[in-house]
């Protein structure tokens, strides 16, 4: 079967299943990343341009955590989305929650500021050479899939990736605090005149979608190296998949994070130059045919 | 007929509300006791839906006194008013697109015991239980005034401020939220209305507020309604 594989497009398959992979993997990182700033687009009209800063705060908070305080990967799992999370809801606090009522530009300037500056005092702290952070024991090794060796802390990312954004989903479109959510999104000061205390759910939503960064911060720490700059890597990726599947679409940013991550490894397989460009190209083709995005609402 | 001889349930006093730098009420006065229902009668742009956005506390800026069941409100924010029991319907209705019926109905938290359990809710409004999956916006315009009204009928609050229910609807449906309206003035329910018909509103009220320019300028009983008409035209240019 692999032999037919390799006939018909032409390419070694453990190279289209490895990029396939690589790709999901990828896409895994840009769904819940997108899936945080379209919870925060939608309820604060906030472009949260610290998201990226943020999720490099998870990944560090996890190697604090084993370096200083010998709390291992399930602990991070647990611990970092809620501390880093804090820190999100006191920046929300004291920053960002004067700006609801001016041009989104402002909040745009200052969350571009507030990341270049955690990420400067990141790498004023720990060098930008990177820390190494170990898969933990319970999910090092590989499976022998017969066409491809997959290491299982590959899989667990995909696999707890899905987990968190289905689960956020289901949260916002099938639960109470998700209609509050919804609600909200469409028309805030009636939410608040029905006697629910919206300026603490925008504090709330933003300390969430900060946290869902840190969880991504924490999957991505044995994986890519911890380092200050990871997170600003990825985050400009990030918002060409947000631009692409519509922002605020909670299960537009879904599907597309994991879709663009599968079309840029596919790229690598089949037109390795263009594979860092591919995503901004799409980007471009959307924004010319549905400027609000895939799943937009135009 | 309700008790005006007592204390008000709601009592406003020279309320001046602003939106940015538009000054919009100039000491609006009223007063409406429990059990009452009592309407803003006014032209376009006389200040009746801005009266009710600043009992609900929706404007930019407001003074003066607000007092329910004789505590000052003036300073609250929108929400600790309505937990305090004062539930607001808007003239859009306010039906929210990204939730359906049942959403948009179970929105507003009970914010004091005695509201509508939901089998009565479904009794006075048959068509949000047929419709309880479909999107809220879907629904006909009466339709969605029925939910926008039903759904502040479950929270317990005591106070309803109504801004014009009537307004785009077919007379056989104004017919019915006239008939909704006598039904939970019946249950006790105090509505604060704003109108623009006022032939509804001599249909469903006790007294009658006119406003003029932010302020209120005429109070006239419904048995009075007839009698005063040539004042009332003058007032509403109908």
Known sequence: MLETIEGLIGVPAPLLFGQLLLGLINGAFYAMLS???????????????????????????????????????????????????????????????????????????????????????????????????????????????????????????????????????????????????????????????????????????????????????????????????????????????????????????????????????????????????????????????????????? | MADTTGKPLLEVKDLEAWYGESHILHGVGIEVHPGEVVTLLGRNGAGKTTTLRAIMGLVGRRRGSIKYNDRETIGLRSDLIARAGIAYCPEERGIFASLNVTENLMLPPTVAPGGLGIDEIYKLFPNLKERANSQGTKLSGGEQQMLAIARILRTGAKLLLLDEPTEGLAPVIVQQIGAMIREIKARGFTVLLVEQNFRFAQTVADRHYVMEHGRVVDMVGNDELLTSLDRLHQYLGV
Request: hydrophobic share 60%.
């Open chain 1, 35 to 298: 899936l945080g700033l379209a919870v925060i687009f939608g309820l604060l009209n906030i472009i949260n341009f610290t998201h990226g800063a943020q999720f490099m705060m998870g990944a560090f908070v996890a190697w604090m955590l084993l370096a200083w305080a010998g709390l291992g990967y399930w602990w991070a799992m647990l611990l970092s989305p809620l501390i880093v999370g804090f820190s999100g809801i006191i920046l929300e606090k004291v920053f960002i929650s004067r700006l609801y009522k001016l041009d989104h530009l402002y909040g745009l300037l200052l969350t571009l500021g507030l990341g270049l500056i955690i990420e400067g005092v990141f790498r004023n702290e720990f060098g930008s050479s990177g820390l190494p952070y170990r898969i933990p024991a319970e999910l090092s090794g590989a499976w022998d899939l017969g066409f491809m060796f997959m290491p299982i802390y590959r899989g667990w990312v995909v696999v707890a990736a899905l987990f968190f954004c289905i689960a956020t989903w289901l949260i916002i479109e099938k639960t109470r605090l998700g209609a509050y959510l919804r609600a909200a999104t469409e028309r805030a000061e009636l939410v608040q005149a029905f006697g629910i205390n919206v300026p603490r759910m925008i504090t709330l939503t933003y300390g969430a979608g900060v946290a869902l960064a840190a969880v991504a911060g924490v999957l991505a720490a044995p994986i890519y190296s911890v380092n200050p700059q990871m997170g600003s890597n990825l985050i400009i990726v990030v918002f060409a998949v947000v631009v692409i599947g519509g922002m605020g679409s909670i299960l537009g940013s879904i599907v597309t994070g994991f879709g663009l991550g599968i079309v840029e490894g596919l790229t690598k397989v089949f037109w390795p130059e263009a594979s860092a460009t591919v995503i901004f190209v799409i980007m471009a083709i959307v924004l010319l045919a549905r400027p609000a995005g895939l799943f937009g609402k135009a």
